[in-house]
């Protein structure tokens, strides 16, 4: 089951850099798990903001829930979620 | 390069049904060839709106205004785009 | 899987008042069929609008779209969609 | 009486985190007592946010008041209260 | 129980001017008998606007809702209600 | 002249208490002398939110402004005001 | 006693040219009377749309309601009313 | 002196093709007109909606609305005005 | 020319109070010398908030951008301008 | 390929002066290298604010976004970009 998640990080000036590191660092790791997985299933950058645009595939409303709120980077970031379903005109497997 | 493109049809109550289904028809082709080119990457209905998001993949900007304001319905919609780019935590050849 | 909508229902001015009702009888129809089926959990009025906050409770997005989408008063309606799940300190079996 | 209140929690990054869990603890045991009642009628979280949408079923304006005000975790949050009422197409007793 | 009604009228230009003054009469009579129940406790209009501000007194919400549904202007006004509550400063009994 | 003013309170967390409650002491007298007087003609609070609507019966716009500004809490309140007059359908002398 | 009003104007296309042209000498003649008496204090032009930004001195809210209501435009205008009251800083007489 | 025009232009559904298509001839001939003298600086059109950013070099502020007012597609458009000055950190001539 | 411009002052709760009375006596200064001059035509304050309407007659948008952000409290304030324009109905001297 | 960048700055009050001033001047070497590469095209000041309005000749998304977020005032800065392409209309070189 598909949403569209928008995500805008705002690290606070004066935060400790070293802290903000390990926790980008982690959120990466997270990141990259959920996409091997399938379940972060698209990525990308919005252009001249630290945010993005995502796709997620889950079995339900819980299981995004649970994921979005334990990202390292959560207690940053101001989300938008979108429920999203295949459209009738698409032949592409993978927009399901 | 890619853009997000959010787009919501509204066709007034009363329009004609015929011109209505021929646009539909005109729209839904005119997409399936952008999708077969690899143009439209990505298309997903939201969820309890006749609205879209979708996914573009364009050689430039001036290429995917001709591309939006040909479609059969664009007199018809509100579009919100936005310049997306390679997010640098993907794994995903497909997210360029 | 639970969702909030919020439906706003805006019939226009001069509408033919035989239609109108065919529709509302045909949307309170619908909707008691949906309220047995357990599809429909909950509706409420908005005081002072023609507007209603409902709880549907779906296999997933696809089947709330179809649902929503397919209303007879979908063509006069705003909705805004909300995705829930179960909130942890309840103790309630039927806010799942 | 029904209400629907929308209630975003934000709590300051770097607030004492013992407090907060104090305060969480406080809100989880309020909220209990509230919903044996039979006053908290429902809860639901909203996907992706530290947020509720909650039905409170109560004798008049100001017995909402009193209840919402004194939240242990009323100062950390924004609510948007909804005057609702009993939707004459239900036949579901409980959404009186 | 006291609510806030903000109320805005619009009657579109090229409404027949007849129908417009016999709903306005109409509008102007049932809020006569309303205001001598105590029930549309106060009035006020809002400058420059074809607009009111009105406090309310009635039982419960669903009292509410079938009133401000009924007025004969209710097609044409755009509604915004606000549940109040007796302030604790307040030496005035009208105030409740 | 009568005008109405939403009033909403915001002491940060961590302000001190005793500040506090010698503001809030000194605004409640404030409030019980210009009611006394006749000029805070009306107050009620807004369900769930520390916040109320007034309605202030002034000689003009500069007594308005200097009552408001010298207020006790000014400097944590947000104010919109709104200038009100008599409506032609009231029979109620106190909705002058 | 002054007032800020905002005025846009939106006469709908197709409306009569004739009737539109009758109302805007009508609503010129108005404002000259207005402005002769010193009532309408100030007008201008917002530079590239059909609106203008005035300054009236009133007698109170009633009068500035009673003009503003009556103007022969007044259908076609959107307004926005602010009070306004001498600054403590200026040594100018017009800005009572 | 220089400012941003932001121009969307909106030409309703059913309006007259051949009215359109003399319209828009008359606005580009307008347009070349003054880009020709140095008055229309820069025009742009923005990506996915029938809108243009443009920048322009006026004598004063009368100047530019009687400009803008006069298009022949003024009727159809809505007009966002921003006052724009020299930067400082600039080496272009042209940006004056 | 003329701008309007609209001026919201926000000192923070904290602030050093005898810098900030060295700020305001400097502003007041300046605004005075400014009002001498006939650059700041008309100032007003905005009735229940610490905030301020004025008219600027400046000779060019530098001018107006240099005299702006020199204001001693421009670091506190936030503007919002609007480029306005002689009024063809005016026969007001002073409304050029 | 175009781009409209809004960019409004905001460094917050009590922030290291000489700071501030080392990453102004860095900015503003940054700006000076990026203007003579032709890649920040155009750059304008906001009047009253702290803001700019800038255009940017670009390869493609991603240069644009390397770009904007490695600005040395970019932790400051809350921007807004609009994807342009060639106006139709204009015969002006620069503008493609």
Redesign the interface.
């Known amino acids: 089951?598909?949403?569209?998640?928008e995500m805008d990080v705002n690290i606070?000036?004066g935060?400790d850099a070293d802290e903000a590191a390990r926790l980008k660092a982690a959120?990466?790791a997270r990141?990259?798990e959920l996409?091997?997985a399938g379940t972060w299933r698209?990525?990308?950058?919005?252009?001249?903001?630290?945010a993005?645009?995502s796709?997620f595939d889950v079995a339900?409303?819980?299981a995004?829930?649970d994921l979005?709120?334990t990202l390292p980077l959560f207690?940053?970031m101001t989300?938008?979620?979108?429920?999203?379903?295949?459209?009738?005109?698409?032949?592409?497997d993978?927009?399901r």
């Open positions: 089951m598909l949403f569209m998640v606070p000036l935060f959120e990466k990141f990259q996409q091997a698209h990525i990308w950058r919005v252009v001249g903001r630290y993005n645009v796709i339900d409303n819980a995004l829930h979005l709120t207690p940053f989300m938008r979620v979108t429920a999203l379903c295949r459209h009738p005109s698409s032949a592409h993978d927009d």
